[in-house]
């Protein structure tokens, strides 16, 4: 999938255009009819196995209805204004903290989740905390970190550190997620500041730090990061974890640094249901059916992220090498301790917005 999520310049001002131009429009879950026996899920593109879907409409009879966005940015605006009517959505860590605090979610009621309650892991539901306290609102359903992918015919020695991408033996071979929050995370966990600092001195250093960068950089992008990487068209990149399998299979020259040494963003994606949702039980059946193994298995295997469900891995492991369990399935010191991005409030959205166009016109 395509994990570009973290506030991309482009992303973030369509998002402010879609309120104006879907006001008037209708959704799939406005145009279709339907009883207790629907449910209608907006998450993003091709994050669920259809087959999943399949499975689970024949078991329960219940028919899904699916609507799918692009960021987190053009899919708040229509649930905040009431165009949609949907039961189900799949938002990131701190998008779902915004939702909470704009009275946009209900609570989820754990006791039509006992899936959720034995296989979600107590890590994972513990990292959820710090943009969700007490899991009130969401189940964990994928998570990542941000990493650094290398060349290792083109780059010396190991990588692991975020420093290398300020070392202008590397000038035009370097490739940046085109995303405020992704930019502005790596200089400020170089000068040892939260990535969810709200520290306007701080930001501006981290600012002036990616404008002396800049003459280093190739391209600043989102896809096509990957396709350079696979290509050997760059010697390295700023990557999402659940693309590093794939790039590693596609090119056998390429490594991966999953948490560079002075820390990374763990991103979290997790399933929520608006506090207008009119299929509330079918929703909770929904949730607590990707929560079983199983199936968790299956959009695992289909979609190549991390899982926080404690009874994948030995479901899937037989058929993955060293290099992908270890990407797949890492040991709890790479995640443990490391940030998740968190909602900073509509002035610091507009700070960022500012400043990182600033450094893309500089």
């Known amino acids: 999938m395509k994990k570009y999520r973290r506030f991309p310049l482009l992303m973030l001002l369509f998002g402010l255009l879609l309120v104006f131009s879907t006001a008037g429009c209708d959704s799939l879950a406005e145009d279709e009819e ?7 899920i ?3 593109g091709d994050y669920l196995d259809p087959e999943v879907i399949t499975q689970f409409e024949e078991e329960t ?3 899904v209805v699916l609507d799918e966005f692009d960021t987190n940015e053009s899919m708040y605006p229509r649930v905040k204004e009431g165009a949609t009517n949907y039961d189900l959505i799949c938002p990131s860590d701190y998008m779902i903290q915004k939702m909470a605090e704009n009275d946009l979610l209900q609570p989820l009621d754990y006791d039509q989740l006992p899936n959720a309650k034995k296989y979600i892991g107590k890590d994972f539901l513990r990292q959820a905390e710090s943009y969700d306290p007490g899991n009130r609102y969401s189940i964990p359903y994928c998570w990542g970190t941000v990493g650094l992918m290398y060349n290792k015919k083109l780059v010396a020695g190991d990588v692991d550190s975020w420093s290398v991408l300020f070392d202008p033996r590397y000038k035009d071979e370097i490739l940046m997620q ?3 929050r992704d930019a502005f995370m790596i200089p400020l966990r170089l000068m040892g500041d939260s990535m969810n600092t709200k520290n306007v001195q701080e930001l501006e250093q981290a600012r002036d730090m990616l404008i002396a960068q800049k003459p280093l950089v190739q391209a600043y992008g989102v896809d ?6 696979a290509s050997g068209e760059a010697a390295l990149g700023v990557i999402y974890s659940g693309e ?9 020259d390429l490594a991966f640094c999953p948490a560079p040494k002075e820390g990374t963003n763990l991103w979290m994606d997790g399933w929520v249901i608006p506090k207008q949702a009119k299929h509330v039980e079918n929703a909770h059946k929904f949730i607590d059916f990707l929560c079983r193994p199983d199936i968790a298995a299956k959009n695992f295997e289909s979609l190549g992220y991390s899982t926080p469900n404690t009874g994948v891995r030995e479901l899937v492991e037989d058929d993955m090498d060293e290099d992908e369990i270890e990407i797949a399935f890492p040991e709890p010191s790479v ?5 998740t991005y968190q909602y900073l409030g509509e002035a610091l959205d507009k700070l960022y ?6 450094v893309k016109v500089e």
């Open 335 to 339: 995640y443990q301790g490391q940030e």
């Open 244 to 252: 590093a399998i794939n790039l590693l299979k596609a090119n056998p």
């Open 42 to 44: 907006y998450s993003w």
């Open 353 to 358: 917005t500012k400043l990182w166009l600033q």
């Open 34 to 40: 339907g009883g207790d026996d629907a449910l209608y």
């Open 224 to 229: 096509d990061i990957r396709d350079k990487l």
């Open 178 to 180: 085109d995303s405020a």
């Open 61 to 63: 009879g219940i028919h």
